[in-house]
């Protein structure tokens, strides 16, 4: 695909940022109703451990040399799939999403070859209004991989928080306390390694990574069953433009599920985040999650509001050229 007579692409800066930002917050007024980005977000994706914006990102530009797209491949831990985001103004810029595509999975197709694997699976996300970014996909050889679901419930009508089940005991995270944090992540990586996708971070990492989503620690809860660690709830400021408390993991150990640990956490936090004057709280759920928790999200006043469907396409490395050995 080759971009419209007088287009013309270069790479992004962090001197860009003002112009991404207004890109990205018009695509996702677009796909979700509202903006979902701010200028923060957009910086750490240019300076994500695992992205060279000069060799990882592009910038669309149309004929009067304003920015009305911008691509990026992302990998938040080093290992495993690729993620390529592509962002235009719907107004302006639906001519650059195929052209920009097409230069993002041959850029995964170089990673691939730089990590000396044969192949890369590369996935992008659809949300439901944007059948032209679908069809984009399908014709480049994507399939559908996966939906998620945003859910959400009011706090106005918030009933008083219940007591706990009989043994269960909810309390903050104790952040400036290591070995609480060592086991919050215990908590977190065992109950998600028997879902589909996950990639396993050690706790330095993952130290590392969750504070990129840190609201404050009083928003994260562990929950206990009779003194034994059994639960634990990570929340994310990524839903205060709609002044709403977001719950970005519920982690539930195995032998402690369908005991009332999981929903004595989303209790007490959309408790905390009514307390904050927050009008609304949300999450999103994998479909695909053996532990079915839509069940548990309903029965706490959770309704699903929207979906985003997940394409995938694996990749072949880009074939590397050996030159020739003298005789």
């Known amino acids: 695909m080759t971009f419209p ?31 979902d980005f701010d200028a923060e977000d957009v910086e750490a994706a ?12 592009w910038l669309a530009l149309d004929p009067d040399g304003e920015v ?74 994507f399939t559908l991989a996966k939906r998620y679901v945003r859910m959400h419930r009011s706090l106005a009508d918030l009933p008083a928080e219940p007591a706990p089940p009989p043994g269960v005991t909810v309390r903050p995270v104790r952040a400036d306390d290591e070995l609480d944090l060592r086991e919050f ?60 408390g977001f719950v970005r993991s519920l982690s539930v150990l195995p032998a402690f599920r369908r005991r009332g640990v999981g929903a004595a956490l989303l209790r007490r936090a959309f408790a905390r985040y009514a307390e904050k004057g927050r009008t609304a709280a949300g999450l999103g759920v994998d479909l695909t999650n053996p532990t079915t928790p839509l069940s548990l999200y309903r029965s706490v006043g959770l309704r ?10 694996v990749v072949p490395a880009t074939a590397l050229t050996v030159p020739p050995t003298g005789v």
Not at 82 to 107: S, T
Request: with cysteine.
């Open 46 to 57: 240019l300076t994500a451990p695992y992205v060279d914006p000069a060799r990882d990102s």
């Open 304 to 313: 699903e509001t929207r979906w985003t469907d997940m394409y995938e396409l």
């Open 68 to 141: 009305v797209g911008w691509a990026i491949v992302d990998n938040p831990t080093g290992v495993g799939r690729e993620f390529v985001e592509v962002y235009v103004d719907p107004a302006r810029g639906h001519q650059a999403r195929g052209p920009l595509l097409a230069r993002q999975l041959d850029r995964v197709a170089e990673r691939a070859a730089e990590r000396e694997l044969p192949a890369l699976t590369v996935r992008c996300a659809v949300f439901e209004p944007e059948r032209d970014w679908q069809r984009l996909l399908e014709e480049a050889g």
């Open 5 to 35: 007579a007088g287009w013309s692409t270069r790479r992004p800066t962090l001197d860009d940022v003002p112009a991404i930002l207004a890109v990205v917050h018009a695509a996702d007024t677009f796909a979700v109703g509202y903006p």
């Open 185 to 244: 992540h215990r908590i977190f990586d065992t109950a998600f390694r028997d879902t589909p996708d996950y990639e396993p971070l050690g706790f330095a990492e993952w130290r590392k990574k969750i504070t990129q989503h840190v609201t404050t620690w009083d928003e994260w809860f562990m929950a206990e069953v009779d003194g034994v660690a059994a639960g634990a709830l990570q929340s994310s400021d990524q839903a205060l433009d709609q002044d709403e």
